[in-house]
């Protein structure tokens, strides 16, 4: 089985190509595998690479449905790095939704977290 590292390389790879079914199915194979290791921010990482492949096929809804079940998963485990990244996926599935607002609301909100990591304030 391929490597979580190696599963998101072909996903961005696939994005910047324009196969958006192939750049989700394989982020969304590299987040739980990220996410089994330990490692959050792959995880999340991943997990932002998959939504935009969603939002880039047209899958508003689904981005939207993904962003909110792992929001509530990087919350309930304390994971702000994890929470910004998806923040910013929602703003970009949000703007693409047509919802200026929401995505503007959401931008700031990864902001401000940001603002609270180790470094972030710099």
């Known amino acids: 089985?391929?490597?979580p590292a190696e599963l998101l390389a072909a996903a961005r790879q696939a994005l910047a190509a324009g196969r958006h079914a192939?750049?989700?199915?394989d982020a969304g194979e590299a987040a739980p595998l990220f996410r089994q290791a330990g490692d959050k921010g792959g995880a999340a990482e991943a997990l932002g690479v998959a939504i935009a492949a969603r939002v880039a096929k047209g899958d508003i809804q689904?981005?939207?449905r993904s962003v909110t079940?792992?929001?509530e998963r990087c919350r309930s485990s304390d994971d702000k790095l994890g929470?910004?990244?998806l923040l910013c996926a929602a703003a970009g599935a949000r703007l693409a939704a047509g919802g200026a607002a929401e995505a503007?609301?959401?931008a700031a909100?990864?902001?401000r977290l940001a603002?609270?990591?180790?470094g972030g304030g710099d």
Do not use: F
């Open 1 to 3: 089985a391929p490597a």
């Open 22 to 25: 192939e750049a989700a199915r």
């Open 62 to 64: 689904e981005a939207l």
């Open 69 to 71: 079940e792992e929001l």
């Open 83 to 85: 929470e910004a990244r």
């Open 104 to 106: 503007a609301e959401a």
């Open 109 to 111: 909100e990864a902001q």
């Open 115 to 118: 603002s609270e990591l180790p």
